[in-house]
T-cell receptor, first 116, second 114 residues
């Protein structure tokens, strides 16, 4: 079955510290991979995406993610966290290739808290 | 381009009442999706349209739920005879066919059934 697992439900980091949010997926083939961020009461904003090619992808707000096929992972990183990064982060997978519907399967989400 | 807009942003209704939500996608986007998000969970796919055709429905979409996208523009999601379990955030997203799954989300409609 297709699924996305975000093992960490809640993470707290100090402002200025580095961040890594984990994401593992189960999918029949290499899917398209996404990270979205959601602030309280808001919709989802795309941070970055991986379709193919270079396995290290850069996104907005200084985020990056690395696709590791052997580990079925797509972890999100940021070298220095800002207080405004406090939000909920969702990893998602979608179909790749012909007939792709664009439907996304989301993980449970990781809530990031930033300490001053 | 004002993004995906959803109306209303919040809806409180009594159990057993019908509710309807509206989604206006980004104008040039062919595909439109509805997701449901409950507290502490990620969004779950409900249904999607390509132009005016509804091409897929999740098993989460019970008979009390119906979605339309007349003329391939805006979409409505109706819930009949609401139940407390329907309380959730309903998210709409749109994408171009060429977007390969790059969906742009609206701010959602928060439904509370009392």
């Amino acid at each position: 079955a297709q699924s996305v697992t975000q093992p960490d439900i809640h993470i707290t980091v100090s402002e200025g510290a580095s961040l890594e949010l984990r994401c593992n997926y189960s999918y029949g083939a290499t899917p398209y991979l996404f990270w979205y961020v959601q602030s309280p009461g808001q919709g989802l904003q795309l941070l970055l995406k991986y379709f193919s090619g270079d396995t290290l992808v850069q996104g907005i707000k200084g985020f990056e993610a690395e696709f590791k096929r052997s580990q079925s992972s797509f972890n999100l990183r940021k070298p220095s966290v800002h207080w405004s990064d406090a939000a909920e982060y969702f990893c998602a997978v979608g179909g790749n290739g012909y007939g792709n519907t664009g439907k996304l399967i989301f993980g449970q989400g990781t809530t990031l808290q930033v300490k001053p | 381009d004002t993004g995906v807009s959803q109306d209303p942003r919040h809806k409180i209704t009594k159990r057993g009442q019908n509710v309807t939500f509206r989604c206006d996608p980004i104008s040039e986007h062919n595909r439109l999706y509805w997701y449901r998000q409950t507290l502490g969970q990620g969004p779950e796919f409900l249904t999607y349209f390509q132009n005016e055709a509804q091409l897929e429905k999740s098993r989460l979409l019970s008979d009390r739920f119906s979605a339309e996208r007349p003329k391939g523009s805006f979409s409505t999601l109706e819930i009949q005879r609401t139940e407390q379990g329907d309380s959730a955030m309903y998210l709409c997203a749109s994408s171009p066919i060429q977007g390969a799954g790059v969906a742009f989300f609206g701010q959602g409609t928060r439904l509370t059934v009392v």
